[in-house]
Structure formats: C-alpha cells, structure tokens
C-alpha cells in the first residue's frame, strides 16, 4: 500500500500488460494496427514532405483540407502528414515545424504498433483496459485538441499549396 504522502508515478508494466495465450483470432485488431503502422510508414518513407508545412497528403491524391478550403484555417490535424513524413525522412526542425505534436504522436504510434505486433507473434493479447493507459492517452487527446484550438484561433491565411490565395 502507498503512503499517502508518496507521489503516484507510471509504471511500464501499468501501460502494458498481457493476456498470454490467445487464440490469433483475438489478436485480429492488433495485427492490424500493426500493419496499419506499417502501411503509413512507408508511405511516408516515399512522399516528400511539402515546404509549405501541410498539403502532403495531396500526393497520395487525397483533396486539400475542408477546413483550410472553407474557413483559411488549419484543423487539428493540418500537417501531421507532413510533420510524420519529415520525421521519417530525419527533417525533425521541419517536422515540428508542419506540426508540434506530429513527431511525438509518431514515435507514441510506433511504439503501440510495434507491441501489438510482438503481442501478436507471441499469442498475447495487450490489455489496454488498465486506467493508466486511458489516462495517458486522455491526456494526449486534450493536447491534441487544444493544440488544434490555439492553431485554429490564432492561424490566418493558411492555404492549401495546391490552390492559388487568389482562387
């Protein structure tokens, strides 16, 4: 028992802890989201992360942001292609630049994907149920969306690079 004056911390066995032999069509979802990391990754190995800090993602034939079309400014997620696609490519001062949390939530998305791969080649199931593990991604969450605030409130004339300011 803890010492009511003794400060909590995270432990690493309260963010990952595991069910051990699991029938692998319980591993389905992690098998997945380790291809889905994959997947993503590679794709980012092969795009070019845009100058302008946001559009990457127009490579791929996807259309330009709603919000950045309709309203001139970034969403929440404005750059995170970009910032992940410089990260991949070793460009950290324009991949925080594309977007501040874009590394970190990278690094946060390797790190989940490559558990769940190892949990699936061990026949282990990741107990992501512990209340740490929802704190701390809670926690990433209310960054990321005061993160997308501030930028929203305070961004002016963010275009998208595939369509000229003047239209």
């Keep these: 028992m803890r010492d009511s004056g003794e400060?909590?911390?995270?432990e690493f066995r309260e963010l990952v802890s595991w069910q051990r032999d699991v029938p692998r069509k319980y591993l389905v979802g992690q098998f997945l989201f380790f291809w889905l990391w994959v997947g993503i990754t590679v794709f980012g190995i092969i795009l070019t992360p845009s100058s302008v800090g946001h559009g990457t993602h127009q490579q791929l034939g996807l259309p330009p942001c709603a919000a950045v079309l309709m309203f001139g400014r970034p969403c929440p997620g404005c750059g995170l292609t970009t910032s992940w696609t410089a990260t991949l490519h070793g460009k950290l001062t324009q991949a925080f630049s594309a977007h501040?949390?874009?590394?970190v939530l990278y690094l946060g998305f390797t790190v989940g994907a490559l558990i769940c791969g190892y949990g699936f080649v061990k026949g282990w199931r990741w107990r992501s149920e512990s209340r740490t593990l929802s704190m701390v991604l809670l926690i990433a969450l209310g960054v990321f969306i005061t993160y997308g605030l501030v930028r929203w409130f305070t961004t002016r004339m963010y275009y998208s690079p595939e369509i000229p300011l003047g239209r």
């Design 7 to 10: 400060r909590e911390r995270i």
């Design 100 to 103: 501040a949390l874009g590394p």
